[in-house]
């Protein structure tokens, strides 16, 4: 039974290490994609960056760091600056395309031959968050318009009422007292009347 475990957990050990098979990014020791001896990784983790570098002899192994990578689309690469994925340094997320981010640039210089770890995931539900986080904003701008235009129409519809209760009280103030015996009380009654109504 012991062996068995044993076993198990050599055959994980090596599937955390190797990868899974399927393609995830590939590595380059020049900042220009362009490499004699590039190394293409599948999903899972890798360790000791530097001296683990295939396809080249031991002499040349001390050179080989990373100087630029590509992410294939739907994959996602975390890069760290220490050996057993401690200190996050970089993460890539490709959602459109092939990501090829090299770190001779200005923006990503302090990465250049200094990723000594990195996980490299593909998931196709990896860019759905960001379209999640796109219509969440498109629904927030939204709410926001609608609350601001609900706040103008009700400054509006304030600001007519006021105009309204000024025009009703000047309307009252420039008709002077009138009574039965006026022969022109009831033109002035209906004015006054018909304006009030309207002002209501």
């Known amino acids: 039974v012991k062996m068995d475990i ?3 957990i050599y055959i994980f050990s090596i599937i955390v290490q190797t990868g899974t098979g399927e393609q995830c990014a590939i590595l380059y020791d020049n900042g220009d994609s362009k490499d004699a001896h590039p190394w293409t990784i599948q999903e899972g983790n890798r360790n000791d960056i530097k001296n683990t570098w295939p396809g080249v002899e031991d002499s040349e192994e001390e050179d080989k760091e990373i100087s630029s990578i590509q992410v294939k689309e739907g994959c996602q690469l975390t890069g760290y600056s220490q050996q057993n994925f401690i200190n996050q340094a970089l993460l890539i997320k490709s959602c459109s395309g092939i990501s090829d981010r090299s770190l001779v640039e200005s923006e990503w210089s302090e990465h250049d031959n200094n990723i000594q770890s990195l996980k490299c995931f593909c ?26 235009g609900v706040a103008v ?8 009422k006021k105009k309204k209760e000024v025009q009703k009280e000047a309307s009252v103030d420039i008709n002077p007292e009138y009574g039965p ?20």
């Open 123 to 148: 998931s196709d539900s990896l860019c759905d968050s960001n379209t999640v986080h796109t219509v969440a904003i498109a629904v927030g701008v939204t709410i926001v318009i609608m609350a601001l």
């Open 6 to 8: 044993i076993l198990h």
């Open 153 to 160: 129409g009700v400054g509006l519809v304030v600001g007519i």
């Open 181 to 200: 015996d006026d022969e022109e009380y009831g033109e002035k009654h209906n004015k006054i009347v018909d304006n009030n109504e309207y002002y209501d």
